[in-house]
């Protein structure tokens, strides 16, 4: 009953308060787009947004001496300051298992979850060029299966090339990829989703025969059509002179600065994550996303307790007019 006679009260003031059909009416178009949802787009395009990077310019700058930048992003919002920044490449490496998922080690992460979060990286890279990381077990068992997946990557994931792991083993995976337009990022010396057959995370290349091995995959997987090579955990020097030994850029991770780019975990690097976590030795932090978002954070929950948060001008008003009918409603219901 009380809900009945609030809505007829409402109505009528609706009909009440209702302007004639001769009133003046606002074009809509010209009113401005206000939003009053939390529910909204991270923010608008840049008004000067870099030209998108292509293969092109990934050979034009390795042809100048010019390092590529590669960074990792798992999301939009991570994407979104990645393309902001500058990168040539945004990769959405499978360490997003780890560092987005919560989980163990790359090897949990499958097809769907990688796609996923290719596509949300994918609307926010305007510029930079984007590679997914095939995730293991879709691209081992046959280069017929690394295909399919990969064109995945390209159709469901909007990235323009995949990376894979593997040396001269792979080749044949490589060549059938690339061979259908799709351009492959290789991944060779400490490959993480190998870490079992490699007694874990170790650096390679360390012995002369090891060093060879490294340089023969790298190698191999350039004449199968990598546009580009991740080396891995393996000394400075020997990464130096396999860069020397090739047509293509390579792309260091510990690997020392004589590669034609490096790549980091964007995680890693802002320092978005508690202390006390490992890190390995060639990660540099260059921020402490971790320490601000929790003072951030415990700023917003002190002053939720204390009610200084939300003040008056995180409120949205309401004419006296209006809010002196709807307390002489509310009166009404009382009575009733």
């Known amino acids: 009953m009380y809900f009945t006679s609030l809505v007829r009260s409402c109505a009528f003031l609706t ?6 059909r001769h009133a003046f009416v606002r074009p809509i178009l010209s009113a401005p787009h206000v939003r ?17 990077v292509t293969i ?26 990645a393309d902001a920044a500058g990168m040539d490449i945004v990769l959405v490496g499978d360490s997003l298992a ?13 097809v769907e979850e990688m796609l996923l979060h290719c596509r949300s990286v994918a609307r926010a890279t305007k510029s930079a060029f984007t590679v997914g990381d095939l995730p293991m077990g879709s691209y081992e068992i046959a280069p017929q299966q690394a295909l399919e997946t990969a064109i995945r990557f390209v ?12 040396g001269k083993e792979m080749a044949p995976t490589i060549q059938k990829i690339t061979t259908a337009g799709i351009p492959v990022l290789g991944h060779v010396g400490l490959t993480p989703q190998r870490q079992n057959a490699l007694g874990g995370f170790r650096v390679q290349g360390k012995t002369s025969l090891g060093a060879l091995k490294v340089l ?9 059509g990598c546009f580009a090579i991740v080396l891995e955990a393996i000394p400075a020097e020997v990464a130096a002179i396999i860069t020397q030994k090739l047509s293509i850029p390579t792309i260091g991770i510990g690997a020392g600065n004589g590669c034609s780019g490096q790549v980091l975990v964007q995680v890693d690097m802002t320092g978005n994550f508690p ?21 951030a954070i415990e700023t917003y929950r002190d002053e939720v307790k204390s009610r200084q948060y939300p003040a008056p001008e995180h409120t949205y008003p309401i ?10 409603l509310v009166e009404t219901i009382e009575k009733e």
């Open 319 to 328: 004419p006296k007019a209006e809010l002196d009918n709807f307390v002489g």
């Open 155 to 166: 159709k469901e994931g909007r990235v323009q090339g995949v990376k894979l792991e593997g």
């Open 56 to 81: 092109g310019t990934l050979r034009s700058l390795h042809r100048r001496g010019e390092p590529i930048t590669v960074i990792t992003a798992h999301d939009f919002p991570s994407a979104h300051v």
């Open 15 to 20: 009909r009440s308060t209702r302007p004639s």
């Open 216 to 224: 023969e995959d790298a190698l191999a997987v350039q004449e199968a």
């Open 275 to 295: 202390p006390g976590r490992f890190l390995p030795k060639f990660v540099k932090k260059y921020g402490d996303v971790w320490a601000e978002s929790l003072k």
């Open 36 to 52: 009053y949802s939390s529910h909204s787009p991270m923010g608008t395009p840049s008004a000067n947004p870099r030209k998108k």
């Open 98 to 110: 780890m560092v987005a998922l919560g989980m163990e080690d790359t090897s949990e992460v499958m």
